[in-house]
């Protein structure tokens, strides 16, 4: 059985800095298309950083510079360092896997073709 569980996330003020973990079970880590997803109240859950099979990453415009994505293939485990917090980066944020080859790539890969899902952590970013 597939699993993806999240770990950190929290509370920060603007410009502080939180990292958070997804830890899989249940497959070949190194097999499976990565990312992390936030969502706001009353907005649409978007991508904020993906990782392909083949380690290329991708992110969106409004993290670039501040987000880093990661993994640890020995520990199996995906991560999402956030950097220079901004109150607009509040948000409960998700990690997502999926082992299909399809035709998007990158964060053009749309949420609803990932087919497993974390818990989901809260971060908020006080100004």
């Known amino acids: 059985q597939v699993q993806l569980v999240q770990s950190g996330g929290g509370s920060v003020q603007a410009g502080g800095s939180l990292r958070l973990s997804c830890a899989v079970f249940g497959y070949s880590y190194s097999s499976y298309f990565m990312g992390w997803f936030r969502q706001a109240p009353g907005k649409e859950r978007e991508g904020v950083a993906v990782?392909?099979?083949?380690?290329?990453?991708s992110y969106a415009d409004s993290v670039k510079g501040r987000f880093t994505i990661s993994q640890d293939n020995a520990k199996n485990t995906l991560y999402l360092q956030m950097n220079s917090l901004k109150p607009e980066d509040t948000a409960m944020y998700y990690c997502?896997?999926?082992?299909?080859?399809?035709?998007?790539?990158?964060?053009?890969?749309?949420?609803?073709?990932?087919?497993?899902w974390g818990q989901g952590t809260q971060v908020t970013v006080s100004s």
């Open positions: 997502a896997a999926d082992p299909r080859v399809i035709i998007w790539v990158g964060l053009k890969r749309p949420p609803g073709e990932y087919n497993y």
């Open positions: 990782i392909d099979r083949d380690g290329s990453t």
